[in-house]
């Protein structure tokens, strides 16, 4: 099983559709869940939708909540009513790649009781599914290297709570493709403190400056020219560099090969190929998707 998510707008749901398109090229089974309860237009319809549970505009308009407020809401909602998700779940077999389409807000990983959870509910008991989790951030936030460390940094918080293998993915790499030498390119899949260290075209002042301080914490400016400032970058950048917990894989949706490579990544977190029943041979002469 896959769970997406990321930060909105990341290509999570092309991801999926990508995904479920190459599964069927492969003669693969695949069960697609949507958990996003403000998702719209799908190109595949989900097999199990949170949305026949409960949608975020009703509960914005109910309850008059915010998105976020909302969202956490119907997360809530579907953890008090987990036979929802858990039920059919029970039916659907180890040939199935079961793909678990999710909103991108970041709280909801890194809030204990939300999506922990519910991960917990289906690792655990008689479901005992085996999960990855696949992080995807987009590849056009390399060009301002704070958005890639912050972006990075959600990524360690989330994998740390949620305890589950994890790939990253640098989604959109169509969009980057081309406009940057491999060689830049390899350090932000593989990042380390250099990227940090020598950002002069991003918002971040690196530099170590004597006698610069930050007195005036109010003042927005002279805080990201500090030697404080300076000193937390590279501090960041030591803690991902000294725990080498986040590396990225390349995904263009588009590129049936980079999805292919993406989710063999997946099968093998998720150890799905040793997880299949070995087949006799005469199986062949029926029908390869057994159970659909
Ligand atoms: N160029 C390009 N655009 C993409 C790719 N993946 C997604 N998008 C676009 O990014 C936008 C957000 O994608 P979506 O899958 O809805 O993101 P989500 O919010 O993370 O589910 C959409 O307009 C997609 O067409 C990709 O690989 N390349
Ligand atoms: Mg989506």
Same mark, same amino acid.
């Given at each position: 099983m896959g769970s997406r998510y990321g930060p909105a707008g990341a290509g999570k749901t092309t991801f999926s559709s990508a995904l479920i398109q190459h599964l069927r090229n492969n003669k693969r089974s695949c069960y697609y869940i949507n958990l996003d309860p403000a998702a719209e237009d799908f190109v595949y319809e989900p097999d199990l939708d949170i949305k026949d549970l409960i949608t975020l505009e009703d509960v914005m308009e109910e309850l008059h909540l915010g998105p976020n407020g909302g969202l956490i809401y119907c997360f809530e909602f579907l953890l008090e009513n987990l036979d929802f998700l858990t039920d059919p779940l029970e039916n659907v077999t180890e040939e199935y790649l079961i793909i678990i389409d999710m909103p991108g807000q970041i709280e909801l990983y890194t809030h204990v009781p939300i999506v922990p959870s519910l991960i917990k509910a289906l690792t655990k008991g008689s479901l005992n599914i085996s999960m990855c989790a696949a992080y995807l951030l987009e590849s *056009?936030?390399?060009? !301002?290297r704070s958005k890639f460390f912050s972006g990075t940094l959600s990524a360690m918080s989330a994998m740390l709570m949620m305890e589950l293998p994890h790939v990253n993915i640098l989604s959109k790499m169509d969009l980057v493709k081309g406009q940057m030498a491999r060689k830049e390119l390899k350090r932000y899949i593989d990042p380390d403190i250099s990227l940090l260290q020598d950002a002069p075209t991003s918002g971040l002042v690196y530099e170590y400056k004597d =006698?610069? !301080?930050? =007195?005036?914490? *109010? !003042?927005a400016q002279k805080v990201v020219s500090g030697d404080s400032f300076a000193k937390l970058n590279r501090a960041v950048g030591q803690l991902i560099d000294d725990f080498s917990l986040v590396s990225f894989l390349k995904l263009d949706a588009q590129d049936e090969d980079s999805v292919g490579a993406v989710l063999s990544y997946i099968d093998d977190a998720i150890q799905f190929h040793e997880a299949q029943e070995p087949r006799e041979p005469n199986d062949d002469l029926g029908d390869g998707d057994m159970g659909e």
């Open positions: *056009t936030f390399i060009v !301002d =006698g610069l !301080d930050n =007195g005036d914490p *109010t !003042d």
